[in-house]
């Protein structure tokens, strides 16, 4: 859980960076779009390699038995 979070923070970041300095810049359109094109096509290469990497490491994002919130019958 804590590695989703810390990717998370660094996506936030970046997209922030952008919203912040490249959308209300005086940058030619092209140049902006291709800013956020390039953004997009890290992002995927950043979540499909390491994705990829630690699906063929076993990981598959399940929670663990042990976090698990216990279930009780509510009706019989």
């Given at each position: 859980v804590?590695?989703?979070a810390l990717g998370l923070v660094g996506v936030l970041f970046v997209s922030?960076?952008?919203?912040?300095f490249v959308t209300p810049s005086g940058l030619p359109t092209w140049a902006r779009v291709g800013i956020?094109?390039?953004?997009?096509?890290?992002f995927l290469a950043y979540v499909f390699g390491l994705g990829?990497?630690?699906?063929?490491?076993?990981?598959?994002?399940?929670?663990?038995a042990g976090l698990l919130e216990d279930q009780?019958?509510?009706?019989a």
């Open positions: 804590g590695t989703v922030g960076m952008i919203e912040g956020g094109v390039l953004a997009l096509l890290v990829r990497a630690a699906y063929r490491r076993g990981e598959t994002g399940d929670i663990d009780v019958a509510t009706a």
